[in-house]
Nanobody, 120 residues
Framework: QVRLVESGGGLVQAGGSLRLSCAAS????????MRWYRQAPGKQRELVAL???????NYADVVKGRFTISRDNAENTVYLQMNSLKPEDTAVYTC??????????????WGKGTLVTVSS
């Protein structure tokens, strides 16, 4: 059974930092990408950052220079270091992992999300 377990969310003051983690287990095959999404109250879900199997990264413009995505391949874990947090970063952050194996491509798995609240 595939599990994605996020941790690291919480309440932080504006200007502070948090580090989110998402540990994936039970995935059969090769992880192709790992992403972080977020959804703020009343807003659509948006892609925050992604990292590929070759460690290429991409970020939403609103977080560039403040957030850093990284991964530990040995632990199948993806991290999101968030610095200089702003109240508008308040959202539920969810990790999304893509995988493929010899039988099927395009597998995707989702975590349950972790809440980040940034106070002004």
């Amino acid at each position: 059974q595939v599990r994605l377990v996020e941790s690291g969310g919480g309440l932080v003051q504006a200007g502070g930092s948090l580090r989110l983690s998402c540990a994936a287990s039970g995935i059969i095959g090769r992880i192709t990408f790992m992403r972080w999404y977020r959804q703020a109250p009343g807003k659509q879900r948006e892609l925050v950052a992604l990292i590929t199997s070759s460690d290429a990264t991409n970020y939403a413009d609103v977080v560039k220079g403040r957030f850093t995505i990284s991964r530990d391949n040995a632990e199948n874990t993806v991290y999101l270091q968030m610095n200089s947090l702003k109240p508008e970063d308040t959202a539920v952050y969810t990790c999304n992992v893509g995988a493929s194996n010899r039988y099927v491509d395009g597998l995707e798995y989702w975590g349950k999300g972790t809440l980040v609240t940034v106070s002004s």
